[in-house]
């Protein structure tokens, strides 16, 4: 089965700029890969940032976006907040199975 | 506003079953695919099941198929997990999600000891 690859951790200074990445074992992420991203803090349910590379949700703050990048989704952070300091998954689609990145545990500090 | 609540979770021994039920209200439930993810103690997430949006065609994950069905009822808005033959690594907190709408559950904890 294909394996999504993420950065097992980031950190990113308040208020600057940082690229999350999501890669597949099968090749580049194309867009009909349909990335998602995620973000979940301790103790709480998931929450949907990103669909479809690019999209934001109504809730999805300014500061996020996401992108195809170099064969891989990605999401950029810009003007990183204390709040932001969580987990991050993507999601990807091949042939209609889903699978999960590891996460990437993002630390602002 | 979205909403999804999941029910049905429990301790149960190995090789015993658990029916999770999750309950849709706020969005077109009957117009998304839905999903079955699960989260393991301190691991990251994993998909389980999906289930396209009248309930014809479904999906699982490798670790689960021939052992869980995911099937849905739009008539009463509620997504279902029948989970039979389970084992002790099915332990996980078990999160409904509409994936697409972006609404996620609080998640049922389902213990097999």
């Known amino acids: 089965q294909a394996v999504v690859t993420q950065e097992p951790s980031l950190t990113v200074s308040p208020g600057g700029t940082v690229t999350l990445t999501c890669g597949f074992s099968t090749g580049a992420v194309a867009s009909g890969h349909l990335p998602f991203w995620f973000q979940q803090k301790p103790g709480q349910a998931p929450r949907t940032l990103i669909y479809d590379a690019n999209n934001k949700y109504s809730w999805t703050p300014a500061r996020f976006s996401g992108s195809l990048l170099g064969g891989k989704a990605a999401l950029t952070l810009s003007g990183a907040q204390p709040e932001d300091e969580a987990e991050y998954y993507c999601l990807l689609f091949n042939g209609g199975i889903a699978v999960f990145g590891g996460g990437t545990q993002l630390t602002v500090l | ?113």
């Not at chain 2, 301790?11 to 039920?21: A, E, F, I, N, W």
């Not at chain 2, 691991?43 to 014809?56: E, F, M, P, Q």
């Not at chain 2, 999600?97 to 000891?113: E, K, N």
């Open chain 2, 1 to 113: 506003e979205m909403q999804l609540v999941e029910s049905g979770g429990g301790l149960v021994q190995p090789g015993g079953s658990l029916g999770l039920s999750c309950a849709a209200s706020g969005f077109s439930f009957s117009g998304h695919w839905m999903y079955w993810v699960r989260q393991a103690p301190g691991k990251g997430l994993v998909w389980v099941a999906k289930i396209n949006s009248d309930g014809t065609s479904t999906q699982y994950a490798d670790s689960v198929k021939g052992r869980f069905t995911i099937s849905r009822d739009n008539a009463k808005n509620t997504l279902y997990l029948q989970m039979n033959s389970l084992r002790v690594d099915d332990t996980a907190l078990y999160y409904c999600a509409g994936v697409r709408p972006g609404c996620w559950g609080q998640g049922t904890l389902v213990t097999v000891s």
